[in-house]
């Protein structure tokens, strides 16, 4: 491997690797999946508005926080806690994080496992006579509620992931993150011109554009910070991670907007593709969690080539899934390597066979087992209450403590060492460093606060 320090790390084999890496880490089903039902459930450009300001005030600083804190400790997530304040109490955040790794992959990995298996539907022609948008959504339902597709297909997802892994950071994550990124690109481009081509398409982008801010609750500015942070993969380790095979050469600003910029991009653009779709085929907005395999198979269905460009676009969506899934169980291997000084073979294999039992009631959740399907209180499936409780959740509270960390116990000053040594300039130092102290972890609190508030009383 690439190397010029260091203690038998792998390093990213050339200046773009990590930035391929870090995005390829961040774009996946949270963009395309998670963003447009969240969008849809929330309404539409009110909550488009608050997740790019959730983005800027609190993404991109905590982005540049976690990946300085990786690089500085050259430690995974618990490991970078106990190098930069030794015996405190602070590793337990990243025990949070680790408990959080394996909770996201689990459910993450069982809609992967819907989105391979959407590959195999449209090549074996399943969506070749579509009239109309309930008939997807009537393909869909019976295929979450079939246990061979789901499990097969999700489990195929998790042995590749382990596989993946496995090989170390170089080979199998830099790789796979360059090629795919582009074309997954230019196809969704594809879908927008389609989707905004058809007719009554002018409504949904009403929807996805106009705000209307009196839709605005405490709950919706949650599940916006929450998606802002899901899809910068933050919160739990993984940029913290990845921030510790960087060289001290790379200029860690650069990279985090890079990050941020794409991941955005994508997320955008993918809303772009669904919404004026969605408004074209008279469905409602807040189809949740089933909205993307309902809605973009039928605008597939409407063009020349759909099911070639179709099942392209699901084997594209399957690899942004698995560069995605690669860093979360990076985490979780990092953390064993490191910690219990378990060999990658044996943290590989063990955390893939963890997940895979993590996984059962988010499978079980699409209908085929009722339980799961309708949980009692939470009145949701069991895919969605993981999504919430540690997709949003979760990823909020590990943010705030990545902001209290990096703004007051390790400090500003000690961060900022760390990012000049890449970037000696270090342009936004001031404002980076009044983001990350205060705006950031106040802005998470109050949010928080007001989401009890408003569930509570
Ligand atoms: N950001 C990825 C997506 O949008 C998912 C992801 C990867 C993630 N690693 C993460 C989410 C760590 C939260 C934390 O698809």
Redesign the pocket.
């Known amino acids: 491997m690439t190397n010029e320090n260091n203690n038998n790390r792998g390093l990213w084999g050339s200046k773009i690797g990590f930035i391929a890496a870090a995005a390829g880490?961040?774009?996946?089903?949270?963009?395309i999946w998670?963003f447009p039902y969240l969008a849809g459930e929330n309404g539409g450009a009110a909550f488009v508005f608050l997740y790019l300001f959730c983005i800027l005030l609190i993404g991109f600083p905590v982005m540049l926080a976690a990946i300085s804190m990786g690089r500085s400790a050259q430690r995974s997530i618990v490991g970078s806690f106990k190098t930069l304040a030794p015996d405190s109490n602070w590793k337990y955040v990243g025990i949070l994080g680790v408990i959080t790794g394996f909770a996201?992959l689990s459910f993450?990995s069982i809609v992967a496992g819907y989105t391979m298996g959407y590959i195999f539907k449209t090549v074996l022609g399943s969506f070749n006579n579509i009239q109309n948008a309930q008939q997807t959504k009537q393909i869909f339902a019976e295929f979450i509620s079939d246990p061979y597709w789901v499990f097969i297909c999700s489990y195929l997802f998790l042995f590749l992931n382990g596989v993946i892994v496995y090989k170390g950071i170089e080979n199998g994550i830099e790789r796979w993150s360059k090629r795919m990124m582009p074309i997954l690109f230019i196809l969704l481009i594809i879908l927008v011109i389609r989707s905004l081509t058809l007719e009554g398409a002018l409504a949904g982008l009403n929807f996805y554009l106009k705000p209307d801010l009196s839709k605005i609750t405490g709950s919706t500015i949650m599940n916006a910070l929450g998606q802002a942070l899901?899809?910068?993969?933050?919160?739990?380790g993984?940029m913290i991670t990845y921030g510790s095979y960087l060289s001290k050469k790379d200029n860690l600003v650069t990279s985090a907007s890079y990050v941020c910029i794409l991941d955005t991009l994508i997320a955008f653009i993918a809303g772009l593709a669904i919404f004026p779709a969605l408004f074209a085929m008279n469905l409602a907005p807040d189809q949740g969690p089933s909205l993307v395999f309902i809605v973009i198979p039928s605008i597939f269905s409407k063009m020349p080539g759909g099911i070639f460009f179709g099942t392209g676009f699901f084997i594209l969506l399957s690899i942004a899934?698995l560069t995605?899934t690669i860093?979360?169980l990076e985490v979780v291997v990092a953390y064993f390597i490191e910690e219990w000084k378990w060999s990658r073979k044996k943290a590989t294999a063990i955390s893939v066979a963890v997940a895979s039992v993590i996984a059962i009631p988010s499978a079980f959740s699409g209908g085929i087992v009722q339980f799961f399907t309708k949980l009692p209180v939470y009145g949701g499936d069991f895919l969605s209450f993981m999504s919430t409780v540690f997709?949003s959740y979760n990823?909020i509270i590990g943010s705030f403590f990545i902001a209290v960390f990096v703004g007051w116990k390790w400090g500003v000053h000690l961060a900022s060492e760390e990012i000049i040594k890449g970037n000696p300039h270090f342009k936004i130092r001031f404002l980076w460093n009044f983001l990350i102290k205060y705006v950031s972890p106040i802005a998470v609190f109050l949010i928080l606060l007001n989401l009890i508030k408003s569930s509570f009383f």
Do not use: D, E, P
């Open positions: 880490s961040a774009i996946g089903l949270g963009n998670r996201i993450y899901f899809s910068l993969s933050l919160g739990m993984t899934a995605s860093s979360q997709g990823l």
